[in-house]
């Protein structure tokens, strides 16, 4: 199913074995681009700038939010502050978003599911 943009990269989370060059390696995979990473699926996710962060883009998010407790936004190299609308939204299907650099995203995302938290990372890839 390579390529199919409904068929997930990897059928459940794995943690974040290395990020860098544009890209992420999980589950003994690489994968060039950025990754939504759900409780149930690593999918391929079409960001590469933290303002095309929307509720369209996060809509495997709110999805499964019933699965989510945290939302973690890894926005690449520089900060981004989320639109209020954004934040609000999530709120509203009780998932917290907390945003940070993809570096210390990912290993923040590694410890949370380490500790089988209910978290999700949307990770824009890095150079």
Request: neutral net charge; contains cysteine; proline residues 9%.
């Amino acid at each position: 199913m390579a390529g199919d943009p409904n068929a997930p990269h990897f059928p459940r989370s794995a943690p974040i074995d290395a990020y860098g060059k544009g890209g992420f390696a999980f589950a003994g995979m690489s994968h060039r681009g950025s990754l939504l990473c759900l409780p149930d699926a690593i999918w391929a996710w079409d960001v590469t700038d933290p303002a095309k962060i929307d509720r369209y883009s996060l809509d495997r998010v709110f999805a499964a939010a019933n699965s989510i407790d945290t939302l973690l936004v890894g926005t690449g190299t520089g900060l981004w502050l989320p639109p209020p609308e954004l934040r609000e939204a999530l709120k509203a299907v009780r998932v917290v978003l907390d945003t940070m650099q993809t570096g210390p995203a990912v290993r923040t995302y590694n410890i949370m599911i380490g500790e089988r938290r209910r978290v999700a990372a949307a990770l824009i890839a890095v150079p």
